[in-house]
């Protein structure tokens, strides 16, 4: 992952997604070094006054990791897609427009707030699908939206990476389902296409993304 990460950041310098990638990157050193008993660095975002309770959580370890995110929960609201389940930018695979242009590099996701609450998803689906995935299942349940039978929209933010495979396939065996728009062919293929609405991500810069997976829609 180190090697696909540094090279889509030296391919897309300068662009609002290489920016994002770098506070992302930030932020998940200081959540890990506080969860292994370090302080966070001096004048970092989780240094200061509102991140107090996420500190003393995370300081109990993975546990506390989970702790806080069942406490303040693992689903957004984005106007959007209603409910949704944000990753990371670290993990996406992004094409020349979409580390210019993408809608998830404005607004209100390049605040503190979701970046942090996607670097701590995505680290405790790393760490623990199967936990992640019973937060998700547990949290959707009780939406309105779970109970028409909608799927789950997932990355609004980031994307897809092998973690997430076995927390959407507890999610499926929990009779949710997932929609999942992704860069990333090799690991869409790995998601059950008649539980999920799996979807190649195309725009004008990577058609040949398109052309070179005619399996996937």
Not at 88 to 108: Q, R
Not at 125 to 143: C, F, G, H, S
Request: hydrophobic share 40%; with cysteine.
């Amino acid at each position: 992952e180190a090697k696909r990460i540094e090279g889509n950041m030296e391919r897309l310098k300068e662009t609002p997604w290489h920016d994002q990638v770098v506070k992302s990157l930030l932020i998940r050193r200081d959540i890990v070094n506080i969860m292994e008993g370090r302080e966070p660095t001096p004048g970092s975002v989780l240094a200061g006054d509102k991140f107090k309770n996420l500190r003393v959580k995370l300081a109990k370890g993975k546990d506390g990791l989970f702790a806080y995110i069942r406490e303040y929960g693992a689903i957004g609201s984005a106007a959007k897609p209603v409910n949704n389940v944000n990753s990371t930018y670290i993990d996406c695979d992004p094409s020349a427009e979409c580390a210019k242009y993408c809608y998830a590099l404005t607004g209100n996701y390049v605040y503190q707030n979701p970046l942090v609450k996607g670097e701590l998803v995505s680290l405790a689906a790393e760490l623990d699908p199967q936990r992640m995935a019973e937060i998700i299942v547990n949290e959707y349940r009780t939406t309105g939206e779970y109970d028409a039978g909608k799927a789950l929209r997932m990355f609004d933010k980031g994307d897809i990476a092998e973690p997430w495979v076995e927390v959407i396939a507890r999610m499926n065996k929990a009779g949710i389902h997932a929609q999942v728009f992704s860069k990333r062919p090799e690991i869409l293929r790995k998601l059950d296409p008649k539980m999920n609405q799996v979807l190649l991500s195309i725009d004008r810069s990577n058609r040949e993304l398109a052309a070179a997976n005619p399996d996937l829609p």
